[in-house]
């Protein structure tokens, strides 16, 4: 039963979508546009004592080592 229902959802989508090309090609456009648009406020963390809070125990340690 199970495997009828997933077949039947997987078909019907791949069945949307070989019909609707251009519309799932824009749509993918439009996506990609939008979080590439986004990149300037990318932020890229190097620091691993600042992706943990102050009183995590591998920061204490880190500290402590220091």
Do not use: C
């Amino acid at each position: 039963m199970k495997k009828d229902f997933s077949e039947l959802v997987i078909r019907r989508y791949v069945t949307w979508i070989t019909r609707h090309p251009y519309l799932v090609m824009v749509s993918a456009l439009i996506i990609t546009v939008l979080l590439a648009s986004q990149i300037r406020n990318l932020r890229i963390e190097l620091d691993p004592d600042r992706l943990l809070p102050k009183e995590h125990p591998m920061v204490v340690l880190g500290d402590k080592i220091s």
